[in-house]
């Protein structure tokens, strides 16, 4: 009997819970707005409720006014962790950053929350808000080495801050010019000292990062966010994406842009899959329009007889009527969401949590009664909500239940900002389309190819980071880095990434960050140069 087999015969006892299977869990985002006169800290408040899918832990905003920054910052959602108190403490500066957070390197923490702040060796204060996942904090750790200022947090987006403020300067920018070549993996940042914002995307562009502006503003106030859906918000205009590669500088004299690498793109596919909003655009195509051409895909692809096509919403929603147009399928919603039901939750009693989905997800008993249902969701990752949810339709009477997933079977695990299960926990890394569904119990099961989620992007397959359905990883991983994902593998050690890199950072780092001299050997002077906006 297979592996997969054998959890399917195990979990016939009980209903999983699933919030112990939470999916792709979402990179981070980043806020900031450079515009005098305005009240920065709303602007990014509302900012940030534009990015919390993208994390629910913490958040975080810093405020500038040319003279200090003051951060507040708390675990929570937006809404929990600002009120109007909070926000009238950040009142009066002309610039701020802000951050949602979703832990992938280190521990949901408040000394892990973000805005990350420190006082620069070369004078004032630097604080900073990052989108992404480095693959060399090790090593970077190990070389800052001992000084008189203790690590305060075990991350890397402190380690980046760290290294930033630990560089003698004379500016803000020159550390950032001497630091963001050191840095491998994935990085959308966006940090401030007291006067000027920053903000900086890594040379392979692996998370978005765009620049918008502020309209009939006297003196030029410039936002910059994860994705575009925040711009819309606060009522900013779309001017560019920052380029990977990119350091963009915001102050009194307008933006300047620097170059720190050469810009090899490898933007995340699973941006356009999941993480990202339907009504953002990245590289110029909505993500709403891709997922709904991908949905067309997959009916093209996957066909079957059926009476009616459902999602799993909300992120399912626009695949399902891409099938449903292509495939002439009804339509139809026979799944209820409660939106009040976060990513955690009081824990329910055992009789309760046998049945947790249900927290979630209940069917309208009506619309799928005697029906044979196409359920189309955007992506399978341990397989137990969809196992719950599969059996959930067959007892509220569903005839049939055809599981359509609208990207390819993940099978290798993220190191650049997303937190998947590790290579273990995936079911479709040692386990076949077929082994799948009889696991999940549904009466055919299928995703789109990779070749048919590329083409519905409109993005050439090369500048375009597959890893997580292909195992072709675009940044180098060190060894330690590759193990700590996938030290769930059969006989290995239970150990995470964040847990191997705060054992590291501890270790290795104790004593802080001032005793080191962190410009880079071999930093090409030439790649900086002026761009105008």
Known sequence: MSDVAARSNLEDEAWPDPSDDPGPQDAC??????????????????????????????????????????????????????????LASLSGGHLAVGHTRYSTTGSSTWENAQPSYRTARFGGPVALGHNGNLTNIVQLASELGAGRDRLRATTDSDLITAMLADHPGPTLTDAAMAVLPRLAGAFSLVFADASTLYAARDAHGIHPLVLGRLADHPEGAWVVASETAALDIVGASFVREVDPGELI?????????????????????????????????????????????????????????????????????PAAVGYAEQSGIPFGEGLVKNSYVGRTFIQ?????????????????????????????????????????????????????????????????????GID???????????????????????????????????????????????????????????????????????GGAAQTTAD?????????????????????????ADLAEARPV
């Open 249 to 317: 500088i915001i102050d009194g004299t307008g933006v300047r842009s620097r170059r720190f690498a050469e810009a090899d793109p490898h933007l995340c596919l699973f941006e356009y899959v999941y993480l990202a909003r339907p009504d953002t655009a990245i590289s110029g195509r909505s993500v709403h329009a891709v997922r709904v051409d991908v949905g067309r895909q997959l009916a093209r692809e996957a066909p079957v007889d059926a009476d009616l096509v459902i999602p799993v919403p909300q992120s399912g929603v």
């Open 348 to 416: 329910p009693s055992q009789t309760i949590r046998q049945r947790g989905i249900r927290l979630k997800l209940n069917p309208l008993r009506e619309v799928i009664e005697g029906r044979r249902l196409v359920v189309v969701d955007d992506s399978i990752v341990r397989g137990n909500t969809q196992r719950a949810l599969v059996r959930m339709l067959q007892e509220a009477g569903a005839a049939e239940v055809h599981i359509r997933i609208s990207s390819p079977p993940v099978r290798w695990p993220c190191f650049y």
């Open 29 to 86: 985002g980043v806020f900031g707005v450079w515009a005098p006169g305005e009240d920065v800290a709303n602007l990014t408040y509302y900012g940030l409720y534009a990015l919390q899918h993208r994390g629910q832990e913490a958040a975080g905003i810093a405020v500038g006014d040319g003279r200090t920054v003051v951060v507040f910052k708390e675990l929570g959602l937006v809404a929990q962790v600002f009120n109007e108190r909070s």
């Open 420 to 490: 998947f299960a590790t290579r273990a926990e995936l079911i479709a890394s040692d386990a076949g389309v077929e082994e799948i569904r009889a696991s999940l119990g549904a009466d055919s099961l299928a995703y789109v190819s990779l070749d048919g989620l590329v083409a519905a992007s409109h993005q050439p397959a090369r500048t375009l980071c597959r890893a997580c359905f292909d195992g072709i990883y675009p940044v180098p991983l060190a060894e330690s880095d590759k193990l700590g994902k996938h030290r769930l593998e059969p």
């Open 500 to 524: 191997l890199i705060a054992e590291a950072m501890r270790r290795e780092v104790t004593l802080g960050m001032n005793g080191a001299d962190p410009s880079p050997d071999g930093h090409d």
